[in-house]
């Protein structure tokens, strides 16, 4: 029986059947949308509110086109449980984001609409967000060669 070398033994039989640019392509895409919602994140907690209520204003204000939504509506935009999203609502309308009215005609539907003070919240984090917008949407179809922090390890080492 013939022995490996190291080198043999740490070395795969098969290489990974993927397409490194498949990959490469996903990775930055992944990697660009995480970078805008951690901007948005955080612009929403500067503007006094979590960023599942600036979601949930968003659903409220835009999802439906009808400047108003229902909670099974919400569900949907926010991809949450509807017991969860009643909770939300719930807390968000307490901090006066939204207000709930009941259907007349069947009253297991709640619409919920923004209030003057969610508008006025709403309208600030978009204006905050416009730039970023713009430059996620052009960061999301673009795979740079490198990425930023191995050129900046890169001249780190050649330095030393």
């Known amino acids: 029986m013939k022995q490996r070398s190291t080198a043999e033994q740490a070395t795969p039989r098969t290489a990974p059947a993927f397409d490194e640019d498949a ?28 960023p599942q209520q600036h979601q949930l204003m968003l659903g409220v204000a835009g999802y439906t086109g009808r400047g108003w939504a229902t909670v099974s509506e919400l569900a949907e935009f926010l991809q949450e449980r509807h017991n969860s999203v009643v909770g939300l609502v719930d807390r ?35 204006e905050l967000h416009q730039d970023e917008v713009r430059h996620a949407q052009e960061r999301l179809v673009k795979v740079p060669r490198v990425p930023p922090q191995s050129l900046e390890f890169r001249k780190r080492a050649a330095g030393s």
Request: aromatic share 12%; charged share 30%.
């Open 23 to 50: 990959i490469r392509s996903l990775a930055w895409f992944r990697y660009n949308l995480r970078r805008f919602l951690r901007f948005s994140e955080k612009a929403a907690r500067a503007c006094g509110v979590t």
């Open 92 to 126: 968000a309308a307490q901090c006066g984001l939204v207000r709930k009215e009941h259907d007349t005609a069947d009253r297991r539907f709640v619409f919920v609409r923004l209030t003057r003070h969610g508008e006025q919240i709403l309208g600030k984090l978009t």
